[in-house]
């Protein structure tokens, strides 16, 4: 799975020409994006990732579990898991009544940065 870099600009110019029927719809369309390199590893703080290792150590069996397990409130966790759901890092699975159980989707991100022209990759296995 790739991810790509694309800046806001970019991506609505792409979406509106789509729309128009000005152009198909490119075969990256589906890929998860950020705006910037910085911007994954934004995501990926130290705190994110402790808390993608608790879980990938751990193997918490809730959302709950994984706030005791880290020491955080569990709205502050959800919250967090959303925002690492959202771009593919976490996944959450159904558990027993309404709990999720947080499992880590990706464990290996590569960049694949060319530093003269900005059409960097974010790759990860």
Known sequence: MKMKIQSMQSLKEEMLAVARGERKAPADAAQISFE???GVFRLLTPENRFLL???DQK???SVADLA???KRAEPNVSRTLGKLEAYGF???RQGPGKSKIPEVAIHRLTVDMDICAQQDRVAVA
């Open 90 to 92: 976490v996944r959450l």
């Open 36 to 38: 910037s390199v910085e």
């Open 68 to 70: 005791r397990l880290v």
């Open 59 to 61: 193997k918490p069996v």
């Open 53 to 55: 290792a608790t879980i």
